[in-house]
């Protein structure tokens, strides 16, 4: 009979449980109907943005798409996994190579683009920082590498890249004599520079700006103390400065490493689709494969696994920093 009795109780609980949960949820959906009405085509722009389009090239890898099957688009013939295998394992797809290639490459421009862009405008940060005149007109002309688009950038540094008749060269050649010869930089060995420096010259003024609020939002009394207490101006950076600068450094470091992953602009505009194999990154790599080899597939499948290893990079970057960005809110 207890057994019946508490049945029966739990069988009355359950429904009203559920009923006080749709209750609260009505009563929230009627207090928030406006707050979900100006949300809503906001949240309707991100799905056909971003999920849609997301969605559309992740299936798009599982097809056979090609010049002979694009006229079907979706309906083209279904292969699975076969293209993510056929690129990772397979030598004789004409990928393949390539695909190793781009990566290494991305990977050395986004370690050297990224590490100089942060040291560099930390230092440049701390000398914006003092005290001197003129600070505030170096502040201002500071922004214009970075206010200029990316596609003129790329021709800004195309010209000064030439080998002949470009700036770099007379001024490493002619007038210093720092070099004996003039290197190719747009093609060869040294034509990954001819991007990372460019990249560098125009990330630079942001980050040393945002660096720079950061420095200014430091109580100087903790700077003060240290000095009382016989601290140098190096162990006062690593051990005041440096510590509360960390959210910040952590919000530059993914901006900054998805930037340079998903680069393209630069080496499209100043070499081309196909910048060689000492400059060929991801982007111009899958750019390439599919709409000038029309892989669609392969392209969409390389994509898929560039998508998938950036997430893991961000749970990692995540896990590195999650201590910094909660201490920050």
């Known amino acids: 009979m207890n ?4 049945e029966s109780m739990v069988s009355e609980q359950v429904p009203t449980s559920v009923a006080t949960r749709r209750g609260r949820f009505a009563r929230s959906w009627r207090s928030n109907r406006f707050a ?5 085509p906001a949240a309707l722009f991100m799905l056909l943005v971003h999920i849609v389009p997301t969605a559309a090239g992740v299936y798009a890898g599982l097809l056979k798409l090609n010049l002979f099957t694009y006229s079907q688009l979706f309906r083209a013939p279904w292969v699975g996994l076969e293209n993510f295998r ?41 000398l914006l920082n003092r005290e001197f005149r003129g600070r505030r007109v170096l502040r201002t002309l500071m922004l214009a590498p970075w206010v200029v688009p990316s596609f003129v950038v790329a021709i800004l540094w195309q010209f000064m890249w030439q080998s002949e008749s470009g700036i770099v060269n007379k001024v490493l050649v002619d007038y210093t004599h720092v070099l004996g010869d003039k290197p190719v930089w747009l ?129 990692v970057w995540y896990a590195a920093f999650k201590r910094d960005l909660v201490a920050a809110r």
């Open 3 to 6: 057994e019946t009795m508490s």
């Open 86 to 126: 056929s690129i990772l394992f397979d030598d004789t797809n004409p990928v393949r190579p390539g695909l190793w290639n781009a990566t290494r490459n991305t990977f050395f421009y986004t370690t050297y683009t990224l590490t100089a862009t942060l040291v560099l405008a930390m230092g440049l940060a701390l």
């Open 187 to 315: 093609l060869g060995p040294h034509s990954l520079w001819a991007i990372v420096i460019p990249s560098i010259w125009r990330g630079l003024p942001f980050v040393a700006l945002v660096f720079l609020a950061g420095l200014q939002a430091i109580p100087k009394d903790l700077h003060e103390a240290a000095s009382i207490d016989g601290a140098n101006g190096w162990q006062r950076f690593r051990h005041i400065t440096l510590p509360l600068l960390r959210p910040l450094i952590a919000i530059q470091v993914l901006f900054g490493f998805i930037y340079c992953t998903y680069q393209f602009a630069l080496p499209y505009v100043m070499m081309g689709t196909n910048p060689g194999p000492y400059a060929d990154l991801m982007m111009t790599l899958i750019v390439r494969q599919s709409f000038g080899n029309t892989l669609f597939g392969y392209g969409a499948a390389i994509s898929t696994l560039l998508m998938f290893v950036m997430f893991l990079c961000v749970l």
């Open 36 to 40: 979900y009405a100006l949300i809503a």
